[in-house]
């Protein structure tokens, strides 16, 4: 996968996932709310390559920190945003 943040008025991180499909049971939208993420926003996009994109709206005014992990074993990855103070 790939991830980028995108600063500014309505942060956000990014992460595509490219060649990779969403289940049927995954909504285009989670609402959370947890002091540092907002909704989590899911799409398929086909051009200009085929990606899964997910979306985490942040809480604006706050400076975070994003660790990224991938097990490729477990096919896993994980991402952690903290709120620094």
Not at 5 to 21: L, Q, S, T, Y
Not at 46 to 52: F, G
Not at 57 to 85: C, G, H, S
């Amino acid at each position: 996968p790939q991830a980028m943040i995108v600063e500014g008025e309505k942060p956000r991180v990014v992460c595509d996932f490219f060649d990779a499909g969403l289940a049927p049971d995954i909504g285009v939208s989670i609402e959370v709310h947890n002091g540092i993420i907002e909704k989590i926003r899911t799409g398929m996009h086909k051009w200009p390559k085929s990606k899964v994109r997910v979306v985490l709206d942040l809480v604006p005014e706050r400076n975070y920190e994003i660790d990224q992990f991938f097990f490729e074993k477990e096919n896993y990855f994980v991402l952690v945003v903290t709120a620094k103070e």
